[in-house]
């Protein structure tokens, strides 16, 4: 689990910074907008998940008897909240994920229609238009 979460808190890292930048260069769509919202509360939910674990795993390491007992009663409690934050993180997770595969899909549709032989035609046909409107408008 931990694993996962550092991961998947790499790659939100990485995909906030790469819409950060463009946003800086350019305007953001709404859909870059949403993915870059959603790669920040996926790393905060990550991060969160990432703390719950160091703090239970480093309370594990302490060899006092004492301290054992007391971690013991400390990851029951934890754990109820370990496993609501891992919740919010699969479900950050899963909508990153929906987000940036609309994403894709829209842009091959896209290509797809730009690829058609129909919109070949449409830019033929424009180009024919544009030549005749300069040619009526030549003196």
């Not at 703090?55 to 390491?61: A, C, G, I, L, N």
């Not at 909508?95 to 730009?114: C, F, G, V, W």
């Not at 129909?118 to 005749?132: E, P, T, W, Y």
Request: some cysteine.
């Amino acid at each position: 689990m931990k694993e996962h979460a550092e991961n998947l808190a790499q790659a939100c890292d990485l995909t906030w910074a790469r819409y950060e930048t463009m946003s800086s260069s350019e305007r953001l769509s709404d859909a870059e907008r949403r993915v870059q919202k959603t790669a920040r509360k996926c790393h905060a939910s990550a991060e969160a998940l990432l703390d719950e674990l160091r703090y239970v795993t480093e309370k594990q390491k302490s060899n006092d008897c004492m301290g054992a007992v007391a971690c013991v009663v400390k990851s029951k409690l934890h754990r109820k909240k370990i496993e609501r934050i891992e919740v919010r993180f699969k479900n950050d997770q899963q909508e990153l994920q929906t987000i940036l595969q609309s994403e894709i899909l829209s842009q091959n549709k896209a290509k797809k229609y730009l690829e058609m032989e129909g919109f070949q035609n449409v830019d033929m046909g424009i180009q024919i238009l544009r030549m005749s409107f300069v040619i009526c408008q030549d003196p």
